[in-house]
């Protein structure tokens, strides 16, 4: 088979499936759309995990304090701050 009858053929299968410019240009400005709704998205769940993260942060600082004090036994020390370590593993993996 020669190039030219397959080039041929592939033109116009590809001219059944193409879009006009109206309705590709339609498309892309959708698609535009959604992509800066999905990237606002994506900011406002990053700037609430920083938020936690600094939260996070700030109980370990005060657990701290409370065991320097003695307000709170070495166990119960040691337990919390288990925890809260996890947790701001778990927040800084999610970044």
């Given at each position: ?40 998205a ?8 920083k ?17 320097l ?27």
């Open positions: 088979m020669r190039e030219e009858a397959i080039a041929g053929q592939v033109d116009r299968i590809v001219g059944k499936v193409a879009l006009e410019a109206a309705i590709a240009g339609a498309m892309v400005a959708e698609l535009e759309k959604e992509h800066q709704a999905s990237a606002q994506e900011g406002v769940a990053i700037a609430a995990t938020a936690a993260l600094a939260a996070c942060e700030k109980q370990i600082d005060l657990l701290l304090d409370m065991r004090s003695e307000q709170i036994g070495g166990p119960e020390y040691v337990s919390k701050k288990h925890s809260l370590v996890n947790r701001k593993a778990e927040l800084r993996g999610k970044l």
